[in-house]
């Protein structure tokens, strides 16, 4: 999804008008509607300001997601997206359960320790600790994993209607960009 989607999206997500997305930055408001409306990329001051505004760190709204930090809990879920748009890990879901696992390919390079005991990625299946189960945008979480297993097996079916495959990749992408809008600290 392009940048100017992305503002539109968390502008709206705040219920917030280009007009005052305009007035809190200081950015000229055709300039915001020009971003929002066409595959024009911002300067990187711009993005500073209008992340600032839509309460996401710049890395949400930049090509490049390098910028993580572990502050918030969007720092958090951001960082799981983008481990598993890199194909890093993968996301079971069984029940009520989620697990996250390395993807098999890196299983004999990367190792899981625990004091001086070392263990594979593979065999090791992280559960999501009660602090994070007991946030209050776990739930949409859960909703973008399920999304994006359906998603996974959608594609891999010889009859996934491409209609649908891109109406789950947008609502999926409506998910991470509320899941990543959460300022509330860790």
Known sequence: MDTGKKIKILRNNLKMTGKELS??????????RKYESTNCNPQYSHILKIASALKVRPYVLSEKNYDFQFETYSDIYGLFIYLYKINFITFKKTNDIIMLELNPKLENIIQFRIGTDAYDFVTVNM?????????????????????????????KSVNGNLNDIALLEEQNMALELQLQQCIEKL
């Open 23 to 32: 007035e809190i930055t200081g950015i000229n408001h055709g300039i915001i």
């Open 127 to 155: 559960l999501f600790e009660n602090t994070i189960k007991s946030h209050n945008l776990y739930p949409i979480f859960v909703q973008w994993i399920s999304n994006t297993i359906n998603m996974e097996k959608f594609k």
